[in-house]
């Protein structure tokens, strides 16, 4: 199997690539524990895949993406290396990232799930999720699809107990005290995202990504024209209406948050129109809404309008 038809394999069996890739390569894949991620084997006709059982699930399957690539590639894996190991001098290694970042996320899956440009953290999230990988992953990957995006240009920071670790773009590069300031403005911001002038016409949208476990943060910056920089984004204008219908009503917004889980499958197969309608006809059968009036203002209803329009046909 070529590298071009693995790209497309990718897309078809999107997000078991590896998994399916590796069935029908009839590569075994062993679990055990070991003192490093994984490694492969290959002799006559058959290859040996161990990997790490006690890493989380996500850096397992990016492991196996990686020695996929080594075996695809026929580059020989290095036993004892850390394949999520960010900077990597050799080639071949920058090489193999590459193909297990297009293995777990190929391109027409990120273009069809980034709806809004900036890309926000929320958005960063939500293709972690569906793709079953880490939210580093999927900056990286964004970052690495900026300008098929339509992104001047976007970057990738990485914080640990908040000093910055590392940071990766083609240009897009901070210096001086300039990481710890944008950190500083993002979560104060938080969860909108941080504008700040760059160069004439142009922005950085800065938001982030804070994993408390591991006291780490992800920081992604994305460098766009003025017009879209300083638009207010879809997710903004949602939490800014929930402020309003909701105030401190708890029990109102999750049982409408309830109503909007119950209608999702219903809503996928109508256009927008038909989808507000008949979610409308439902609310008006549910006396329990207590707070039901505030759906009917005009804000209500571009309120709805905005939950709907992102499970509708287009």
Not at 104 to 117: A, F, K
Not at 120 to 149: G, P
Request: hydrophobic share 40%; glycine share 4%.
């Amino acid at each position: 199997m070529t590298v071009d038809n693995i790209k497309i394999f990718a897309e078809k069996n999107f997000p078991k690539a590896p998994e399916m890739l590796a069935e029908s390569l009839g590569i075994e894949i062993r679990y055990s524990p070991l003192d490093c991620d994984g490694w492969c084997l290959q002799f006559d006709n058959r290859a040996v895949i161990r990997i790490n059982s006690e890493m989380s699930d996500v850096r397992k399957r990016f492991t196996l993406a990686h020695e996929l690539g080594h075996l695809i590639y026929k580059i020989p894996t290095v036993v004892g290396e850390s394949v999520v190991a960010f900077e990597r001098k050799n080639e071949e290694e920058r090489l193999i990232d590459k193909f297990a970042a297009e293995l777990l996320l190929p391109t027409s899956i990120i273009l069809n799930s980034i709806q809004e440009i900036p890309v926000t953290a929320k958005t960063l999230q939500k293709i972690a999720k569906k793709a079953k990988v880490s939210d580093l992953a999927v900056a990286l990957r964004v970052a690495n699809l900026a300008y098929e995006i339509g992104l001047s240009n976007a970057s990738v920071v990485f914080y640990e107990n908040d000093t910055l670790k590392w940071q990766w773009s083609e240009t897009l590069r901070l210096t001086g005290n300039t990481p710890a300031t944008i950190l500083a403005e993002c979560t104060t911001l938080a969860p909108n995202p941080a504008r700040i002038p760059f160069q004439q016409n142009e922005v950085i949208v800065a938001s982030f990504i804070e994993n408390p476990n591991f006291n780490t943060k992800i920081l992604f910056l994305q460098l766009v024209n003025e017009s879209d920089g300083f638009k207010q984004l879809r997710e903004e204008r949602i939490r800014e209406l929930e402020k309003y219908l909701f105030a401190d009503d708890i029990k109102f917004r999750q049982s409408l948050a309830g109503r909007f889980g119950a209608f999702k499958l219903t809503a996928q197969n109508m256009f927008l129109d038909e989808a507000i309608q008949e979610f409308n006809t439902r609310l008006a059968k549910n006396s329990d809404l207590i707070n039901l009036h505030r759906l009917k203002s005009e804000k209500g209803r571009e309120y709805i309008k905005l939950k709907l329009e992102s499970w509708t046909k287009k």
